[in-house]
């Protein structure tokens, strides 16, 4: 199947970075993108659609969440991060199983689509039903089920978290053809060992894997790090190992000078989750100084119950305004930079070359905004009006591996009211 899209404002990508093709055209040939230009292709297609007053996007890509915690949406709120979890998450994650798990997986991944993301970076547990969600939905997604232990003497084959990651990464890795892929994960240095984190570090080293980490999210889990071990979290990390192959790290609310130069010597991708990060009021990552260093910076909404929901546009907007407010500099965090974070970077990061861009010979991962809106006129910068002006709403068709999943409201690969009423008997049981 050939589709051609006609006439629409492209965000195009190349060695010079994004370029807008205006009234332009896009031709996809199954999942691939195979033309664009601003000239129209001599050879036919079997779907021509007209994208007049529309902007054709990269899909945009969630770098950290833990999507089945759309049932926890509001939960806590005005707690410290210490006593949310202790107080308002963990006792009713107590009460969660594999068909809730699943269900809210499946109501994040309804709302991520119909905002635009297509891929997104998920730390949780009974991810069975999640990544069978997923694969309905014709997503992607890396998933991964974070290991746990305070027992000192605890080894990986004791360990029952190790245990459900093993399964997992055996059974799943690649699986439906690279939508799923299986990241190794630590939660967080407060909740794990040094004796498991260095032997986990080890099989993730040797098996070429991919680390996903909490790291340095508040000013009492570092300054917690530096008491027990005299060094800090990222000091501590990088002693055990963990970053000795490929990794991301979520937050880094709280890292110093010192821990910037590891993290950008050791090829560290740093996850940014403003949203989150205020509402738990953990503080400010020091995101224009990881940059400078030439730290891959991407953007997570982290989980709905810390952030309320999972609106990319929303993180773009906040990432950019913090910084410049806090810093007194408008210069810094501009949109370009803003959209690479969402896009490109976050690509890099879940190590999926073939998507995060439009160029010819990527992955057909497109959304569709429509520009015909109040709060989007004029259209003098499409780079500022991304970051700065477009809404979720403003998505009208998302699109994954050439084949449409979500437009104009139209859900085509998820019941959109079977998600409805399965999210009302869970919330029944949890609450």
């Known amino acids: 199947m050939k589709t051609l899209f006609e006439e629409a404002s492209i965000l195009s990508y190349g060695k010079d970075g994004f370029t807008i093709i205006e009234n332009g055209y896009l031709g996809i040939e199954n999942d691939l993108i195979i033309y664009l230009s601003e000239n129209k292709p001599e050879v036919s297609y ?11 996007s990269p899909s945009l890509i969630n770098g950290h969440g833990h999507s ?9 709120g005005g707690l410290t991060l210490e006593r949310w979890l202790k107080e308002a998450i963990w006792p009713i994650e107590d009460k969660l199983d594999a068909q809730s798990v699943r269900v809210g997986a499946r109501l994040a991944i309804m709302e991520m689509i119909a905002a635009g993301t297509t891929c997104f970076s998920d730390m949780y547990c009974l991810n069975e039903g999640t990544i069978e969600e997923i694969c309905t939905a014709k997503v992607k997604s890396n998933q991964t ?8 003497e605890e080894s990986l084959a004791e360990n029952k978290a190790y245990r459900e990651f093993k399964s997992l990464y055996d059974s799943f890795d690649g699986y439906d053809d690279g939508r799923i892929l299986i990241d190794f994960s630590i939660h967080a240095e407060y909740t794990i060992t040094e004796k498991m984190t260095r032997e986990y570090a080890r099989l993730c080293n040797e098996s070429n894997g991919h680390m996903h980490i909490h790291l340095s999210e508040t000013s009492k889990e570092h300054q917690g790090c530096r008491k027990k071990y005299g060094k800090t979290p990222t000091e501590w990390f990088s002693a055990t190992g963990v970053f000795d192959s490929s990794c991301q790290a979520a937050h880094c609310v709280v890292v110093e000078d010192g821990d910037i130069d590891i993290l950008a010597e050791k090829g560290v991708s740093v996850v940014h989750n403003p949203t989150s ?8 990552a020091p995101i224009p100084a990881l940059l400078e260093r030439g730290v891959n910076i991407t953007l997570g909404t982290d989980g709905a119950a810390s952030n309320n929901n999972l609106n990319m546009f929303e993180e773009m907007h906040i990432a950019s305004i913090i910084h410049k407010g806090y810093h007194s500099n408008p210069a810094m965090m501009n949109p370009k930079t803003l959209m690479e974070m969402v896009t490109v970077n976050a690509a890099k990061m879940m190590r999926r070359s073939d998507i995060g861009t439009l160029e010819v010979g990527k992955k057909a991962d497109i959304i569709a905004v429509e520009l015909d809106r109040p709060h989007l006129i004029p259209n003098l910068d499409l780079l500022s009006l991304m970051v700065y002006s477009m809404q979720a709403s403003d998505v009208v068709m998302t699109m994954v591996d050439g084949e449409i999943v979500y437009e104009n409201g139209n859900f085509y690969t998820i019941d959109a009211e079977k998600v409805r009423f399965d999210v009302k008997n869970a919330l029944g049981k949890l609450y």
């Open 46 to 56: 079997d779907v021509n659609k007209n994208m007049s007053g529309k902007l054709l």
């Open 68 to 76: 089945p915690m759309t049932l926890l949406r509001g939960v806590g």
């Open 145 to 152: 089920r974070p290991i746990l232990s305070n027992d000192s």
């Open 277 to 284: 990060n205020l509402i738990l009021g953990s503080g400010f």
